[in-house]
Structure formats: structure tokens, C-alpha cells
């Protein structure tokens, strides 16, 4: 049997159970930088709760802006991250991506996930074919349905593709309350690895259903707008940060938003968009320590309530 870095690395990561406070069963602290960790139910293999999002990583740009993008991405190495999200509809996320990670020849030591974005069976594997290409790899980690566009068609091909060993993990995604009805559907309709889903302290609505069929239905979670689009950042940019969040091991309001998510029992890993490495710190704070226990957790919505 292969084994590469990458699956070296996951199998490392993979220290124990710890049932500590606001930890659920699966968690884990990773051996290296003290990173909180989760099981995918579908393989028993751990992902560090906090990944990163790449939505708004642009090719082309600035030497400058260029040079941002590289220290983000060898900090979030450094600090023990793993997992990264992109999607062809990110504009150039997929090549400055693969760009990149070869430059810093440090391409097994990341989780890549990226999406389709096309109906009819040859328009996705077209644009599957192209992020593979874009990224640089022969297999991908996972595959998701952007947005659940034409679901049903994408999914049978994407397990076909798991099949033959070209993914190994295989999802679909949404941004937006008004689909979730179509997700949950799609979830009891096909047995998959993942979900991708809007959740946060501003759209707490997934944890009705959503998040709680994930765990029936053993699929890993991947968290998208944990700030709301920033708009989580406005209502607290004149608040300071209550003193009983140290009780969580808090530090900033982006670890205090990031930590009430990733407590969720359902929830593998948290995909904050990160362009700078500063952020990647801060955010990375997130997945270390203690997270907040349900009473902390009610603690943190009123307090969101009340602003």
C-alpha cells in the first residue's frame, strides 16, 4: 500500500480522545502546534477544526499581493493547517493556489477541496479535469457540488471518480439558508463524506436540521461564512471582549466567533477566508485550548443578541 505525506501526516495527527470541556467524542489534539482535531466519520481520518478559505485569492496580482498570499499560506503550513477550500468560481483561487503550494514544494501536507460549478456529465468532468490541472495533483482530497447545482447528475460522476481513486472524499456545498431544504435531501439521497454549510453566530439556522442530520448521516462538516461575510466583525467593532470568553481559552473576537462554531458536535472543520498571515495567527487561535461548553455557547448568542 502507498502511503504518502499526506495520509502520514493525517495518521499522526490521530492522538487520542480527549473528553475534556465542550470537546465531543472524535476530537483530538494534533501532535504538532496543540491543534484541536475531528474524525471524518466516513474514514476516521483527523482534520484540524480550522481550515482556511480562499475565495478572495487572486493570480496576477502585485508582487506585494503576491507576497502576502505565499506568507499566508507558509503560516498556515507552519501552524499546522491543513485543510484548504478553493472553487473554479474564485476567479484564479485554483491557480495561484497550485502556483504557490509548488513554490513552497509543500503540496502533501494540505487537504485540498474545491467544487463543480457546471451542469451536464461532460461540462463537470471538464471542470473537474481543469482543477486538477490548476492544483497540480492527480487526485484530490474532495470534490464538492458548488451550490448543489445539478446534484443529482455531478454526484453519480464524482463517485465514479472516487471510485477510480481520482478523489477520495466526495460533497456538496451551500451559502444560503433558502437551500437547505434541497441539502438535506441530497443528504438522505446519497451516502456522503461531506457537507459544506453556512453556519455562525449570524446564521445559526443550519444546527435546526442540517447539522444534526450530518451526524445521522456520519458526514463531515465543513463551516463557510463563520464571520457572515464580516458582518459578524461590524456589531462587535466598538465591544470589548467580555472576560469571561478566557474561560475558553478566547483571545479575540475572530477565535470568540470561530470557537462558538467549531464546539458544534457536528462540525469538522471551520473555513475562515484568510489572505494575510496575521489572520492566519489569530484565526489559527481558534483551534487551540479549551471551546466552549453549551452553557458558554448560550452565553455567546445572548451576548450576540443583545448588541
Known sequence: ?????????????????????????????????????????????????IGIGTNRWVAGGTAEE????????????????????????????????????????????????????????????????????????????????????????????????KDK????????????????????????AFPLDFIQVNYSLGEPQAAERILPTAIDRKAAVLVNRPFGRGRLFKKVADVSLPAWAAGFDCSSWAQYMLKYVVAHPAVTCAIPGMTKAKHVEDNMGAGKGRLPDSAQRKQQEELFASL
Open 1 to 49: 500500500m502507498k502511503l504518502n505525506r499526506r495520509e502520514l501526516i493525517a495518521a499522526s495527527a490521530s492522538t487520542g480522545a480527549l473528553m475534556g470541556l465542550g470537546l465531543g467524542l472524535g476530537t483530538t489534539f494534533a501532535a504538532n502546534n496543540n491543534l484541536i482535531t475531528r474524525a471524518v466519520p466516513a474514514s476516521g481520518e483527523n482534520l484540524p477544526v
Open 66 to 161: 503576491t507576497a502576502g498570499l505565499r506568507n499566508a499560506l507558509r503560516t498556515f503550513n507552519e501552524l499546522g493547517g491543513r485543510v484548504i477550500d478553493t472553487a473554479p468560481a474564485y476567479r484564479t483561487s485554483e491557480t495561484v493556489l497550485g502556483i504557490l503550494i509548488e513554490e513552497l514544494d509543500i503540496r502533501d501536507a494540505f487537504f485540498l477541496a474545491t467544487k463543480v460549478d457546471r451542469a451536464g456529465t461532460e461540462e463537470g468532468i471538464a471542470r473537474m479535469e481543469d482543477s486538477l490541472t490548476k492544483l497540480g495533483t492527480d487526485q484530490l482530497d474532495l470534490m464538492q457540488v458548488h451550490n448543489m447545482r445539478d446534484a443529482d447528475n455531478q454526484l453519480e460522476t464524482m463517485f465514479d471518480w
Open 165 to 188: 481513486g481520482l478523489l477520495r472524499y466526495v460533497g456538496i456545498t451551500t451559502s444560503r439558508v433558502d437551500q437547505f431544504a434541497e441539502m438535506e435531501r441530497l443528504m438522505n
